[in-house]
């Protein structure tokens, strides 16, 4: 019996234990909790409730997210807004610099919503907010979590010209899954993002997926085959939690075993490093993606 027909299947309200997660604690996270409540700083990781928040704070590591709050696309795993985007805020890579500068981050992972609204996809204000943030923080390290910008490459350069430590760009799903569950994107362009990334000089690339939407376990492992095959050097494996009731509902959970198993087949493959877990997000442990 394959370890996928051995795990259970359960109805969505009842998470299994390994999902349970404690009350972020600690002084640490105390103190950036206070200095975001006082400056009113936006994280993803406050407004997306994230399980490691606490632990990734304790670390000093935190998540931006860039561009506003309202996406042009409409994935039906994704918990962010969809609809016409505000006007561009070219005060923004200041902000988010001066909130890295006020919060003491070490490292800084900077997301943003998809802007297919723009000529350049938001290109321009990613490199801005990097260039900010090397100004006013020449110590803290960055990971740049970026969309596909439609895969064109002049908007690439410009995230390829300020020289992130890391980039990274999720693939979230295997390929069957890719059209239902990020509706406007398309499984080879992401591949070919990332390994254009690599091509043009980029250090470390990194990509995840998530789990629990009712892919296969060969079907994850043929994508971690092409993951490396574009030449990625980190991957998160994590499962898929719904947002709400209109969003993609969860096929199962996944069991520890198995993100263990994926683990190893990782680690084989020649993956630099490999997180694979049932809370494992994007950014979790980013720091040690650049050791």
């Not at 409730?49 to 696309?73: D, H, K, Q, V, Y």
């Not at 923004?92 to 490292?107: G, L, Q, T, W, Y």
Request: proline residues 4%; positive net charge.
């Amino acid at each position: 019996m394959s370890i996928e027909t051995q795990a259970s299947v359960l109805p969505p309200q009842r998470k299994p234990k390994w999902l349970r997660v404690k009350l972020p604690t600690g002084k640490k996270y105390t103190e950036l909790r206070g200095l975001v409540d006082k400056y009113d700083l936006h994280t993803i990781c406050t407004s997306g409730s994230c399980p490691n928040m606490g632990e990734c704070w304790g670390e000093g590591t935190a998540t931006f997210m860039i561009l506003g709050n309202i996406c042009t696309r409409s994935c039906g795993f994704c918990g962010v807004k969809t609809g016409r985007p505000e006007t561009v805020d070219w005060e923004e890579p200041e902000k988010v610099a001066r909130s890295i500068k006020i919060m003491d981050i070490k490292h800084a992972v900077i997301t943003s919503v998809d802007r297919d609204d723009l000529k350049d996809m938001g290109s321009i204000i990613w490199a801005e907010t990097v260039k900010a943030i090397r100004r006013m923080n020449p110590e803290t390290t960055l990971e740049t979590l970026i969309p596909d910008f439609q895969g064109v490459t002049r908007n690439i350069d410009r995230i390829v010209a300020v020289s992130p430590e890391v980039v990274s760009h999720n693939m979230e799903t295997v390929r069957r899954l890719t059209r239902e569950v990020r509706i406007q994107a398309k499984y080879d362009r992401s591949l070919e993002v990332l390994r254009y990334l690599k091509q043009e000089g980029i250090n470390r690339t990194k990509s995840g997926i998530m789990l629990g939407l009712g892919e296969l376990e060969q079907e994850v492992i043929q994508t971690l085959h092409d993951l490396r095959e574009a030449d990625v050097d980190v991957v998160t494996i994590g499962q898929y939690l719904q947002p709400t009731k209109k969003h993609l509902p969860v096929k199962r959970f996944v069991t520890p075993d198995e993100f263990n198993h994926y683990e190893q087949i990782g680690k084989e493959l020649g993956f630099r490093h490999v997180e694979s877990g049932a809370l494992v997000r994007s950014s979790y442990k980013a720091h040690k993606h650049i050791a």
